[in-house]
């Protein structure tokens, strides 16, 4: 099956810097690549997501870069501010028919002021 | 648009009981996933329904069991609990496109 790495496993940053985290999945056939942001009592929140036949994606201060290659993804969070603070997760599926999500262990982002 | 919601949303039970949860997922979704999420496990994939059928299954033993209905609202069994069940049970639910939303989890903690 499908297996995700994910790291750091924490991430602490000054308000205004830039906060990168980095995953690798095994499953080639995997195709689509959500990122979930997890507040503290919450379920996780999709914040941007990519699919297969894209290399980059933006919405306002995150990103997302694909390499289908070395089968690696990674979430760009710029002009980091406090209500960035969370946990991230990675994650990865085939899609289609198959809407298992595998998961990275999580990031835990610290933004401080 | 309202979103995926669940109940209960805590719950405490003892070794040896079962459990039942609830997932409503968003109008117009027709899969629903269920997801396990511990500090030590992480996040777990359990089961997909989709049109009343389970189309995938994660390797959860025999105990863990769900079902969906016409409506798309989704249920999760957990018999003879054990202290390891303890963790929060996430849904999330999904189509036609991809993207997974997540309701705000069941925590349940067995004693």
């Known amino acids: 099956g499908e297996n995700v790495e994910q790291h750091p496993s924490t991430l602490s940053v000054q308000e205004g810097d830039s906060a990168v985290i980095k995953c690798t999945y095994s499953?080639?056939?995997?195709?689509?690549f959500p990122w979930y942001k997890q507040e503290l009592g919450k379920g996780p929140q999709l914040i941007i997501d990519?699919?297969?036949?894209?290399g980059e994606k933006k919405d306002q201060r995150i990103a997302v870069t694909l390499n289908k290659t070395a089968k690696h993804f990674s979430l760009h969070i710029t002009e980091t501010q406090p209500e960035d603070s969370a946990v991230y997760f990675c994650?990865?599926?085939?899609?289609?028919?198959?809407?298992?999500?595998?998961f990275g262990a999580g990031t835990t982002v610290t933004v401080r002021a | 648009k309202a979103g995926v919601t669940q109940t209960p949303r805590y719950l405490i039970k003892t070794r040896g009981q079962q459990v039942t949860l609830s997932c409503s997922p968003i109008?117009?979704?027709?899969?629903v996933s269920w997801y396990q999420q511990t500090p030590g496990q992480g996040l777990q994939f359990l089961f997909e329904?989709?049109?009343?059928?389970?189309?995938n299954k994660g390797n959860f033993p025999g105990r863990f069991s769900g079902r969906q209905f016409s409506n798309s609202r989704s249920e999760m069994n957990v018999s003879t609990l054990e202290l390891g069940d303890s963790a929060l049970y996430l849904c999330?639910?999904?189509?036609?496109?991809?993207?997974?939303?997540f309701g705000p989890g069941t925590r349940l903690t067995v004693t």
């Open positions: 999330a639910s999904s189509f036609p496109s991809y993207e997974q939303y």
């Open positions: 499953d080639s056939a995997s195709n689509y």
């Open positions: 990519i699919r297969s036949n894209v």
């Open positions: 994650a990865a599926t085939r899609g289609s028919n198959d809407y298992k999500l595998s």
């Open positions: 109008s117009g979704h027709r899969s």
């Open positions: 329904y989709f049109s009343e059928t389970q189309r």
